[in-house]
Protein backbone atom coordinates (compact mmCIF):
# COMPACT_ATOMS: atom_id res chain seq x y z
CA UNK A 1 0.00 0.00 0.00
CA UNK A 2 2.21 2.60 -1.15
CA UNK A 3 1.84 5.95 -2.61
CA UNK A 4 1.05 4.68 -6.21
CA UNK A 5 -1.57 3.61 -7.50
CA UNK A 6 -3.47 0.72 -6.92
CA UNK A 7 -3.15 -2.36 -9.25
CA UNK A 8 -4.37 -5.45 -7.44
CA UNK A 9 -5.89 -6.41 -10.90
CA UNK A 10 -9.21 -6.32 -9.40
CA UNK A 11 -10.80 -3.77 -11.35
CA UNK A 12 -8.63 -3.49 -14.50
CA UNK A 13 -11.89 -1.37 -15.88
CA UNK A 14 -14.55 -0.08 -14.08
CA UNK A 15 -16.83 -2.42 -11.83
CA UNK A 16 -20.36 -3.61 -13.18
CA UNK A 17 -23.32 -4.30 -11.35
CA UNK A 18 -26.31 -3.56 -9.66
CA UNK A 19 -27.15 -1.51 -6.35
CA UNK A 20 -30.48 -1.65 -4.08
CA UNK A 21 -29.74 2.13 -3.05
CA UNK A 22 -31.06 4.64 -6.31
CA UNK A 23 -34.68 2.86 -6.43
CA UNK A 24 -35.34 0.73 -3.44
CA UNK A 25 -33.34 3.29 -0.73
CA UNK A 26 -33.69 0.87 2.29
CA UNK A 27 -36.09 -1.15 1.47
CA UNK A 28 -34.12 -4.18 0.93
CA UNK A 29 -34.39 -8.05 1.57
CA UNK A 30 -33.33 -11.28 0.37
CA UNK A 31 -35.91 -11.75 -1.93
CA UNK A 32 -35.38 -8.72 -3.23
CA UNK A 33 -31.53 -9.13 -3.71
CA UNK A 34 -31.78 -12.78 -5.10
CA UNK A 35 -34.52 -12.21 -7.47
CA UNK A 36 -32.30 -8.39 -8.87
CA UNK A 37 -29.29 -11.29 -9.48
CA UNK A 38 -31.51 -13.44 -11.13
CA UNK A 39 -32.60 -10.92 -13.22
CA UNK A 40 -29.51 -9.76 -13.84
CA UNK A 41 -29.01 -13.04 -15.15
CA UNK A 42 -32.25 -13.63 -17.04
CA UNK A 43 -32.15 -10.21 -19.11
CA UNK A 44 -28.94 -10.60 -20.09
CA UNK A 45 -27.03 -8.22 -17.77
CA UNK A 46 -24.84 -11.01 -16.73
CA UNK A 47 -23.50 -11.43 -20.50
CA UNK A 48 -23.24 -7.90 -21.17
CA UNK A 49 -20.73 -7.88 -18.09
CA UNK A 50 -22.60 -6.80 -14.99
CA UNK A 51 -21.02 -8.78 -12.59
CA UNK A 52 -21.66 -7.49 -8.65
CA UNK A 53 -25.03 -7.84 -6.99
CA UNK A 54 -24.54 -5.04 -4.10
CA UNK A 55 -26.95 -4.64 -1.47
CA UNK A 56 -26.95 -0.85 0.07
CA UNK A 57 -28.15 0.63 3.45
CA UNK A 58 -30.22 -0.77 5.59
CA UNK A 59 -29.73 -4.52 5.34
CA UNK A 60 -28.43 -4.46 8.92
CA UNK A 61 -30.12 -5.14 12.51
CA UNK A 62 -30.38 -2.23 15.21
CA UNK A 63 -28.07 -3.39 17.19
CA UNK A 64 -24.82 -5.70 16.88
CA UNK A 65 -24.50 -9.48 18.37
CA UNK A 66 -23.16 -9.89 22.19
CA UNK A 67 -19.86 -10.42 20.41
CA UNK A 68 -19.71 -7.24 18.27
CA UNK A 69 -20.36 -8.64 15.28
CA UNK A 70 -22.97 -6.38 12.62
CA UNK A 71 -25.79 -8.77 12.18
CA UNK A 72 -28.41 -8.71 8.91
CA UNK A 73 -31.80 -7.81 10.34
CA UNK A 74 -33.68 -11.08 10.86
CA UNK A 75 -36.76 -9.98 9.65
CA UNK A 76 -35.46 -8.92 6.16
CA UNK A 77 -32.85 -11.64 5.79
CA UNK A 78 -34.07 -14.64 7.83
CA UNK A 79 -31.24 -16.93 6.66
CA UNK A 80 -28.23 -14.17 6.85
CA UNK A 81 -26.09 -12.67 4.57
CA UNK A 82 -24.04 -15.59 3.72
CA UNK A 83 -26.41 -17.28 2.24
CA UNK A 84 -27.71 -14.49 -0.26
CA UNK A 85 -23.82 -14.41 -1.56
CA UNK A 86 -23.68 -17.93 -1.62
CA UNK A 87 -27.40 -17.75 -4.16
CA UNK A 88 -25.73 -14.75 -5.73
CA UNK A 89 -22.54 -16.86 -6.33
CA UNK A 90 -24.04 -19.76 -7.70
CA UNK A 91 -25.69 -17.58 -10.50
CA UNK A 92 -22.03 -16.79 -11.37
CA UNK A 93 -22.24 -13.41 -9.98
CA UNK A 94 -19.89 -11.33 -7.29
CA UNK A 95 -21.94 -10.16 -4.34
CA UNK A 96 -21.78 -6.68 -2.98
CA UNK A 97 -22.36 -4.74 1.03
CA UNK A 98 -22.35 -1.55 2.31
CA UNK A 99 -21.25 -0.03 5.42
CA UNK A 100 -20.26 3.04 6.87
CA UNK A 101 -16.75 4.54 8.03
CA UNK A 102 -18.71 6.50 10.78
CA UNK A 103 -20.76 5.53 13.84
CA UNK A 104 -24.16 4.90 12.14
CA UNK A 105 -24.61 4.40 8.44
CA UNK A 106 -26.75 7.44 6.92
CA UNK A 107 -29.96 5.57 7.83
CA UNK A 108 -29.05 5.83 11.23
CA UNK A 109 -28.18 1.98 11.29
CA UNK A 110 -24.75 0.39 13.31
CA UNK A 111 -21.87 1.43 10.92
CA UNK A 112 -17.92 0.59 11.72
CA UNK A 113 -16.28 3.26 13.26
CA UNK A 114 -13.54 0.99 15.57
CA UNK A 115 -14.87 -2.43 13.72
CA UNK A 116 -13.15 -1.79 10.87
CA UNK A 117 -10.81 -5.25 10.83
CA UNK A 118 -13.88 -6.99 12.50
CA UNK A 119 -16.21 -5.94 10.17
CA UNK A 120 -14.31 -6.89 7.04
CA UNK A 121 -13.18 -10.07 8.38
CA UNK A 122 -17.02 -10.81 9.10
CA UNK A 123 -17.58 -9.40 5.59
CA UNK A 124 -15.09 -11.69 3.84
CA UNK A 125 -16.34 -15.03 5.55
CA UNK A 126 -19.38 -14.24 4.67
CA UNK A 127 -18.47 -14.26 0.99
CA UNK A 128 -18.56 -10.56 0.23
CA UNK A 129 -16.69 -9.43 -3.20
CA UNK A 130 -17.35 -5.96 -3.16
CA UNK A 131 -17.46 -3.31 -0.36
CA UNK A 132 -19.28 0.15 -0.40
CA UNK A 133 -17.96 2.53 2.84
CA UNK A 134 -20.33 5.40 2.94
CA UNK A 135 -19.08 8.72 5.38
CA UNK A 136 -22.27 10.04 7.44
CA UNK A 137 -21.76 10.17 11.18
CA UNK A 138 -17.98 10.19 11.17
CA UNK A 139 -17.87 14.24 12.53
CA UNK A 140 -13.55 15.37 13.12
CA UNK A 141 -12.68 12.00 11.26
CA UNK A 142 -10.14 12.37 8.57
CA UNK A 143 -11.23 10.54 4.96
CA UNK A 144 -7.90 9.74 4.01
CA UNK A 145 -7.21 8.08 7.28
CA UNK A 146 -9.47 6.45 8.03
CA UNK A 147 -10.02 4.60 4.72
CA UNK A 148 -6.24 4.10 4.38
CA UNK A 149 -7.49 1.84 7.55
CA UNK A 150 -10.47 0.30 5.53
CA UNK A 151 -7.71 -0.66 2.75
CA UNK A 152 -5.67 -2.57 5.13
CA UNK A 153 -8.56 -3.99 7.25
CA UNK A 154 -9.78 -5.74 3.67
CA UNK A 155 -6.18 -6.58 2.89
CA UNK A 156 -5.81 -8.16 5.89
CA UNK A 157 -9.01 -10.28 4.93
CA UNK A 158 -6.89 -12.57 1.70
CA UNK A 159 -10.20 -12.38 -0.04
CA UNK A 160 -9.74 -9.78 -3.13
CA UNK A 161 -12.86 -7.16 -2.34
CA UNK A 162 -13.20 -4.10 -4.65
CA UNK A 163 -13.39 -0.95 -2.18
CA UNK A 164 -15.77 1.46 -2.90
CA UNK A 165 -14.90 5.06 -1.35
CA UNK A 166 -18.11 7.29 -0.84
CA UNK A 167 -16.98 10.58 0.64
CA UNK A 168 -19.10 12.62 -2.00
CA UNK A 169 -16.19 14.27 -3.40
CA UNK A 170 -15.51 15.91 -0.47
CA UNK A 171 -11.89 16.15 0.31
CA UNK A 172 -11.11 16.27 -3.12
CA UNK A 173 -10.69 12.09 -3.28
CA UNK A 174 -9.06 11.48 -6.68
CA UNK A 175 -5.96 13.03 -5.53
CA UNK A 176 -5.48 10.43 -2.51
CA UNK A 177 -7.88 7.50 -3.24
CA UNK A 178 -6.16 6.12 -5.73
CA UNK A 179 -3.62 4.06 -3.72
CA UNK A 180 -6.96 3.52 -1.37
CA UNK A 181 -9.77 2.05 -3.23
CA UNK A 182 -10.70 0.96 -6.60
CA UNK A 183 -13.17 3.42 -7.07
CA UNK A 184 -14.59 6.90 -4.92
CA UNK A 185 -17.42 8.31 -5.78
CA UNK A 186 -17.28 12.56 -6.74
CA UNK A 187 -20.17 14.10 -6.06
CA UNK A 188 -23.09 14.18 -3.77
CA UNK A 189 -26.23 11.55 -4.20
CA UNK A 190 -27.64 11.39 -8.25
CA UNK A 191 -31.33 11.65 -8.76
CA UNK A 192 -33.52 10.49 -11.32
CA UNK A 193 -33.70 13.85 -13.04
CA UNK A 194 -32.16 15.25 -16.24
CA UNK A 195 -30.47 18.79 -14.21
CA UNK A 196 -29.21 16.26 -11.56
CA UNK A 197 -27.46 14.26 -14.04
CA UNK A 198 -25.87 17.35 -15.75
CA UNK A 199 -24.93 18.32 -12.72
CA UNK A 200 -23.29 15.82 -11.70
CA UNK A 201 -21.26 15.59 -15.16
CA UNK A 202 -20.04 19.20 -14.98
CA UNK A 203 -18.02 18.24 -11.96
CA UNK A 204 -16.84 15.02 -13.61
CA UNK A 205 -14.93 17.69 -16.44
CA UNK A 206 -11.67 17.84 -14.92
CA UNK A 207 -11.07 14.27 -13.21
CA UNK A 208 -10.17 12.67 -16.29
CA UNK A 209 -6.82 12.66 -15.20
CA UNK A 210 -7.11 10.71 -12.02
CA UNK A 211 -8.69 7.61 -13.11
CA UNK A 212 -7.30 4.81 -14.57
CA UNK A 213 -7.21 0.72 -14.52
CA UNK A 214 -7.92 -0.34 -10.88
CA UNK A 215 -8.52 3.31 -9.52
CA UNK A 216 -11.95 5.24 -11.48
CA UNK A 217 -13.62 8.16 -10.59
CA UNK A 218 -17.49 7.36 -9.62
CA UNK A 219 -19.93 9.73 -10.58
CA UNK A 220 -22.39 7.60 -8.48
CA UNK A 221 -24.92 4.91 -9.44
CA UNK A 222 -26.86 4.95 -12.93
CA UNK A 223 -30.95 5.97 -12.47
CA UNK A 224 -31.18 5.10 -15.99
CA UNK A 225 -34.68 3.60 -15.88
CA UNK A 226 -35.85 5.58 -13.00
CA UNK A 227 -37.77 8.55 -11.80
CA UNK A 228 -38.32 11.25 -14.42
CA UNK A 229 -35.95 9.87 -16.75
CA UNK A 230 -36.82 9.71 -20.45
CA UNK A 231 -35.73 6.91 -22.37
CA UNK A 232 -33.64 9.59 -24.52
CA UNK A 233 -32.15 11.46 -20.99
CA UNK A 234 -31.38 7.94 -19.99
CA UNK A 235 -29.48 6.66 -22.96
CA UNK A 236 -27.39 9.69 -23.07
CA UNK A 237 -26.80 9.76 -19.32
CA UNK A 238 -25.90 6.00 -19.59
CA UNK A 239 -23.62 7.06 -22.84
CA UNK A 240 -21.86 9.65 -20.89
CA UNK A 241 -21.14 7.67 -17.73
CA UNK A 242 -19.49 4.93 -20.45
CA UNK A 243 -16.85 8.59 -21.80
CA UNK A 244 -16.45 8.96 -18.38
CA UNK A 245 -14.92 5.23 -17.52
CA UNK A 246 -17.99 5.52 -14.61
CA UNK A 247 -18.23 2.34 -12.54
CA UNK A 248 -21.46 0.80 -14.28
CA UNK A 249 -23.70 0.27 -11.72
CA UNK A 250 -27.69 -0.31 -12.44
CA UNK A 251 -29.96 1.26 -9.67
CA UNK A 252 -33.29 0.31 -11.27
CA UNK A 253 -35.39 -2.17 -11.07
CA UNK A 254 -34.25 -5.38 -12.78
CA UNK A 255 -37.34 -7.53 -12.25
CA UNK A 256 -39.68 -5.40 -14.48
CA UNK A 257 -37.42 -3.33 -16.98
CA UNK A 258 -39.27 -1.90 -19.88
CA UNK A 259 -37.78 -3.56 -23.04
CA UNK A 260 -36.00 -0.10 -24.10
CA UNK A 261 -34.87 0.38 -20.60
CA UNK A 262 -32.81 -3.08 -20.50
CA UNK A 263 -32.00 -2.30 -24.19
CA UNK A 264 -30.27 0.88 -22.72
CA UNK A 265 -28.04 -0.98 -20.16
CA UNK A 266 -27.02 -3.98 -22.24
CA UNK A 267 -25.73 -1.72 -25.60
CA UNK A 268 -23.05 -3.60 -26.09
CA UNK A 269 -21.13 -1.04 -28.46
CA UNK A 270 -21.77 1.75 -25.21
CA UNK A 271 -20.65 -0.74 -22.66
CA UNK A 272 -17.85 -1.55 -25.24
CA UNK A 273 -16.66 1.87 -24.64
CA UNK A 274 -16.62 2.04 -20.66
CA UNK A 275 -14.86 -0.96 -20.88
CA UNK A 276 -12.24 0.02 -22.98
CA UNK A 277 -8.98 -2.13 -22.01
CA UNK A 278 -6.57 2.12 -22.11
CA UNK A 279 -9.03 2.59 -19.23
CA UNK A 280 -8.36 6.13 -20.26
CA UNK A 281 -11.52 8.71 -19.16
CA UNK A 282 -13.37 11.09 -21.29
CA UNK A 283 -13.14 14.68 -21.40
CA UNK A 284 -15.16 17.85 -22.33
CA UNK A 285 -13.91 19.57 -25.78
CA UNK A 286 -16.35 21.55 -26.65
CA UNK A 287 -19.18 23.65 -25.01
CA UNK A 288 -21.25 25.69 -26.56
CA UNK A 289 -25.09 27.10 -26.25
CA UNK A 290 -26.36 24.08 -24.60
CA UNK A 291 -24.42 22.03 -26.67
CA UNK A 292 -21.16 19.72 -25.67
CA UNK A 293 -18.66 17.54 -27.13
CA UNK A 294 -17.07 15.01 -25.21
CA UNK A 295 -14.01 12.81 -26.22
CA UNK A 296 -12.54 9.29 -25.13
CA UNK A 297 -9.06 8.18 -26.43
CA UNK A 298 -9.40 4.23 -26.78
CA UNK A 299 -6.81 1.23 -27.00
CA UNK A 300 -5.76 0.30 -30.81
CA UNK A 301 -6.03 4.46 -31.97
CA UNK A 302 -10.21 5.28 -32.30
CA UNK A 303 -11.80 7.65 -30.45
CA UNK A 304 -15.47 7.94 -29.13
CA UNK A 305 -17.56 11.29 -29.37
CA UNK A 306 -21.09 12.01 -27.68
CA UNK A 307 -22.44 15.14 -29.20
CA UNK A 308 -24.65 16.01 -26.03
CA UNK A 309 -27.74 18.62 -26.30
CA UNK A 310 -28.68 19.97 -23.40
CA UNK A 311 -31.21 22.37 -25.03
CA UNK A 312 -34.65 21.90 -25.52
CA UNK A 313 -34.52 22.35 -29.41
CA UNK A 314 -32.90 19.83 -32.12
CA UNK A 315 -29.39 21.05 -32.72
CA UNK A 316 -26.69 19.74 -35.71
CA UNK A 317 -23.52 20.12 -33.30
CA UNK A 318 -20.13 20.44 -35.33
CA UNK A 319 -16.80 19.14 -34.44
CA UNK A 320 -13.53 19.68 -36.26
CA UNK A 321 -10.81 17.38 -36.09
CA UNK A 322 -8.34 19.74 -34.82
CA UNK A 323 -10.94 19.66 -31.54
CA UNK A 324 -10.58 15.92 -31.66
CA UNK A 325 -7.03 15.99 -32.21
CA UNK A 326 -6.93 13.91 -35.67
CA UNK A 327 -4.74 14.17 -37.99
CA UNK A 328 -6.47 15.76 -41.09
CA UNK A 329 -7.42 12.07 -42.49
CA UNK A 330 -10.31 9.94 -43.43
CA UNK A 331 -12.10 8.30 -40.28
CA UNK A 332 -14.82 5.87 -40.48
CA UNK A 333 -17.73 6.69 -38.23
CA UNK A 334 -20.26 4.47 -36.82
CA UNK A 335 -23.27 5.08 -34.60
CA UNK A 336 -23.16 3.52 -31.62
CA UNK A 337 -26.67 3.63 -30.30
CA UNK A 338 -28.09 2.81 -33.75
CA UNK A 339 -25.34 0.66 -34.24
CA UNK A 340 -24.84 1.24 -37.88
CA UNK A 341 -21.96 2.75 -39.75
CA UNK A 342 -22.38 6.40 -41.36
CA UNK A 343 -20.45 7.66 -44.43
CA UNK A 344 -17.21 8.31 -43.37
CA UNK A 345 -16.09 11.58 -42.77
CA UNK A 346 -12.45 14.23 -43.27
CA UNK A 347 -12.40 17.55 -41.34
CA UNK A 348 -15.58 17.76 -39.48
CA UNK A 349 -18.27 15.72 -37.80
CA UNK A 350 -21.56 16.76 -37.65
CA UNK A 351 -24.23 15.34 -35.62
CA UNK A 352 -28.44 16.14 -35.51
CA UNK A 353 -29.13 15.20 -31.87
CA UNK A 354 -32.59 15.55 -30.11
CA UNK A 355 -32.49 17.72 -26.87
CA UNK A 356 -32.01 15.96 -24.33
CA UNK A 357 -29.93 13.30 -26.21
CA UNK A 358 -26.55 12.30 -27.19
CA UNK A 359 -25.28 11.18 -30.56
CA UNK A 360 -22.53 8.31 -30.03
CA UNK A 361 -20.12 7.95 -32.85
CA UNK A 362 -17.17 5.96 -32.49
CA UNK A 363 -14.49 7.21 -35.31
CA UNK A 364 -12.03 4.67 -36.36
CA UNK A 365 -8.69 5.58 -38.49
CA UNK A 366 -8.35 3.88 -42.19
C1 LIG B 1 -25.35 8.08 0.87
C2 LIG B 1 -24.71 7.50 -0.37
C3 LIG B 1 -25.77 6.77 -1.16
C4 LIG B 1 -26.37 5.67 -0.30
C5 LIG B 1 -26.91 6.27 0.99
C6 LIG B 1 -27.38 5.19 1.96
O1 LIG B 1 -24.38 8.70 1.65
O2 LIG B 1 -24.13 8.53 -1.12
O3 LIG B 1 -25.22 6.25 -2.34
O4 LIG B 1 -25.40 4.70 -0.03
O5 LIG B 1 -25.92 7.04 1.65
O6 LIG B 1 -27.91 5.73 3.13
Known amino acids: MGLGRLSDGLAPTPPMGWNSWNRFKGNVDERLVIESAEAMVASGMRDAGYRY ?56 LP ?32 PRTLYAKWAMAVHATRRPIVLSICEWGRARPWE ?49 GNGELTIDESRAHFALWAILAAPLMAGNDLRDMPDEVRGAITAPEIIAIDQDPLGRQGRRVQSKDACEVWLRELAGGSRVVAALNRGTAS ?3 AVTFGELGIDDRRVRVRDLWERADRSTAAGEILADTAPHSATVLRLVPY
Open 315 to 317: REI
Open 111 to 142: ASLGYEFRDARRFAEWGVDYLKVDWCHTSGMG
Open 53 to 108: VVVDDGWMAPQRDRDGDLVADPARFPRGIAAVADRVHALGLGFGIYTDAGTNTCMG
Open 176 to 224: WAGSIGHLWRTTWDIQPDWPSVMAILDRQADLHRFSGPDHWNDPDMLEV
